[in-house]
């Protein structure tokens, strides 16, 4: 059991307490926290935060160009299609035109020609209606004159010339036309 | 595995006989001396007996964990750190001391050694001249005493610990340093990032930022996403250096810890709005009988907060390497207590138990650096972002208590791009809230 306390006597060691309170720990860990706090701030998260940021940005924008690239591809292949067909329609058009014009151009030619013909046939009858008028008009005093000789030859005797003439008129009028 | 040397100690303290054991247990070769430290414990009453008991305990397991002024590399050795000592010498005025090992200091004959428990009593020359013969280093164990006149100020000693803060420290410089060197070159900024390296750090930031920060702090996370995203990886690298052979644990040391805290205490009070003020000192729509009760509760817990945070990373970095340690220390107790037969058939459930204690412990690691972040965000986010939220809440449903641990959790949901609910928060932000407020609580 408990032997008498010497004086010099060796103490033990105590046991170390956890809870034990040290301003000097305190103050060293701020120290060294508030400089690696400092250096970080400035060196480290600083720029790697921009960084990241920097980085999502681009990602955010280049997806965004992207589907705008895609929108525009698509609006630009839209168009096209729809240049193309009217390209398509409108060559069809001109075609169409160009037949129904030719068509027209045509029909318009065989009126003309047509009418042309007409007017050249009728043009030729009239001519020779008057031609044939003529004709018989010229052979009408010629046969009158012959009739008027030749009565003049038979009777022998003057007769009125103007009475002569109008009885030869009236037989010729009494003669049949043509 | 520095532990196992000192578990081995106390086995046969188990038995508990004579203070002989006692003593054998601290390695004193001299057993008769056990009597006077019986006997210097008797004054202090209460003290007396208790560290008997103490000693049937695992004081291997506390001493690893306990700060101190010397690097413990068992079996290797002890490497003793430097003493600084703010003076308050005989004359007046302020002196410095600064040693390179405690036995430096001591043999100077001007500090001496006295017991913590002796309420400043210090050891006799002779005693301090057998403690520093001891092969055990008994004399890192007590405390530093000014010899004669003059007592210390402050002690600016370095401890393990603080080699620990070192050491974190500098990794973690080095590690960001080094991934923001790839920023700078453009690797991660024009490209996507490269290496194991910086895309683990990477996916850590921006957890931090986007799962932490943004939600906790609101529209104002960047001016505080350094803060976070440094006190985030401080802890983290200081919980897994302690998972290291001969690690240490700076957090696992209450100072450190405490400093932590204060800091988002310091910020939380600095940035706090007026609405903040207004409602810890004045809470509006409260009735004026209440306010007494209330008001002091209010200041209170903006101690309580800060405090919560510090002693929930101490005691879970504590706690997980004592549990280790006492798990590997079953072993010689069982071979003690037993005999060997048993002790090897031990191994087969220790080590397995140990094992996966490690692994809970990484774990850990990461889970209360995650909480010591989130925590400081969302205090901080409470103080600043106090006039928005309020102003939600009135319109819904009326005025309430701010102090509502949920209901800031809650609103914290809101916080964010202003007009934009935060992508993710619904799923991830409430469950975390409410972790972390069962915590609070317990």
Redesign the interface.
Known sequence: MPLPPTPLAQVEPPTPNLLEPNVGLVFWTAVVFLAVLWILWKYAWGPITDALEEREERIDASMTKAERALEEARQIQAENEKNRREAEQEARQILREAREEAEQLREEEKQKTRKEIQEMQEQARADIEREKENALSELRSEVADLAVQAAGKIIGENLDENRQRRLVDDFIDDLPRN | MAAAVPVLEPAPAVAQET?GS??QA?G?P?Q?????????HGNDGGEGGH?EE??TGN?GA??H????TYLNFEPLGIVELPR?FLTSPEDGGIGFDAFASTKAALKSDAYTLA???SAGAS??H??VQ??LA?PHH?YL???AQKAGAGSIL??????R??VA??VT?LL??IL??G??RK??RGV???EAPRGTWQNMV?VM??FM?DEVAKPGLGRHY?SY???I??VFF?ILIGNLLGLLPWGIT?TS????T???A??TFLITQFSGTKEYWQHTLNPPGVPLFVKPFLVPAEIIGLFTKPLALAFRLFGNM?SGHIVLISMLGLIFIFTAQFGTGVGVGSIFVSVPLTIFMYVLKLAVSFIQAYIFAILSALFIGLAIEEHEAEHHEEEATGPQPHDDIDDFMDRSEHFGPKDEPMLGGDGETKPTGQTTLSQTAG
């Open positions: 203070h006692e003593a601290h004193q001299d008769t001396h056990g009597g006077q430290q019986q006997g210097g560290s103490e000693n004081p506390v001493s964990s306990a700060d101190g600084l017991h913590p428990d050891l006799t002779a005693q057998e403690a001891d008994d164990y007590f405390t402050i002690d600016f000693s370095i401890t610990h603080l803060v070192f420290a973690l410089i960001a340093l991934v923001a920023y700078k991660g900024r024009e990477e930031i921006v930022r960047k996403l350094p803060y995203l440094t401080f700076a040391n209450i100072m450190v405490g400093t932590l204060f800091f504590l």
